[in-house]
T-cell receptor
Framework: DAGVIQSPRHEVTEMGQEVTLRCKPISGHNSLFWYRQTMMRGLELLIYFNNNVPIDDSGMPEDRFSAKMPNASFSTLKIQPSEPRDSAVYFC??????????????FGEGSRLTVL | KNQVEQSPQSLIILEGKNCTLQ??????????LRWYKQDTGRGPVSLTIMTFSENTKSNGRYTATLDADTKQSSLHITASQLSDSASYIC???????????????FGRGTQLTVWP
């Protein structure tokens, strides 16, 4: 299995630009999570999808952040407009059916975002 | 408030030595506790998952313990190797309430460095 695939691995952009991060979960997994990791705050849940439906988006910082999951094999996290404080590593993770957040999570390698 | 606290924040040991990392939590109702290993520039990878009834679980040179009464867990690494240098993250899941699915609570991690 290829695991959770994220792209891009690195993104450097200027303040005000739109950023789109992409994730392909493990085939057969039906829960997908977006996390943000910083030195100051560690790993924080941004949003959680189950069967392509957003279940918990309480971690989304503000309206500049949006996430979609149009089908079971693809999700995007968009930041528009981006700000320097959005600089972080963004992880996507997935888990198997019936487990949700209580099951084992499989993480991608992350997308390191730098906003200048 | 549901929290996960890890200690020490960082640790340096010599190759071949043993070490123990600590995790205290206040998450309730408890579902399970996991330890993840995160290499620099990579996504977290699961080492162990323990439920309420399990008090010890091993994965090679890694042994995790859980005391659900005192809400403490430890991760013991035996005969450390250079490749053990990583951040070790303790994650606790609650059971959720009613129709709400469980959530994960992340510790800030212990940064372990193994020197030759």
């Amino acid at each position: 299995d290829a695991g959770v695939i994220q792209s891009p691995r690195h993104e450097v952009t200027e303040m005000g630009q739109e950023v789109t991060l992409r994730c392909k979960p493990i085939s057969g997994h039906n829960s997908l999570f977006w996390y943000r990791q910083t030195m100051m705050r560690g790993l924080e849940l941004l949003i959680y999808f189950n069967n392509n439906v957003p279940i918990d988006d309480s971690g989304m910082p503000e309206d500049r952040f949006s996430a979609k999951m149009p089908n079971a094999s693809f999700s995007t996290l968009k930041i528009q407009p981006s700000e320097p404080r959005d600089s972080a590593v963004y992880f996507c993770a997935s888990s198997a059916p019936g487990q949700g957040a209580s099951g084992e999570l499989f993480f991608g390698e992350g997308s390191r975002l730098t906003v200048l | 408030k549901n929290q996960v606290e890890q200690s020490p924040q960082s640790l340096i040991i010599l190759e071949g030595k043993n070490c123990t990392l600590q995790c205290n939590y206040t998450v309730s109702p408890f579902s399970n506790l996991r330890w993840y290993k995160q290499d620099t520039g990579r996504g977290p990878v699961s080492l162990t998952i323990m439920t309420f009834s399990e008090n010890t679980k091993s994965n090679g040179r890694y042994t995790a313990t859980l005391d659900a009464d005192t809400k403490q867990s430890s991760l013991h690494i035996t005969a450390s190797q250079l490749s053990d240098s990583a951040s070790y993250i303790c994650v606790v899941s609650d059971r959720g309430r009613g129709s709400t699915l469980g959530r994960l609570y992340f510790g800030r991690g212990t940064q372990l460095t193994v020197w030759p």
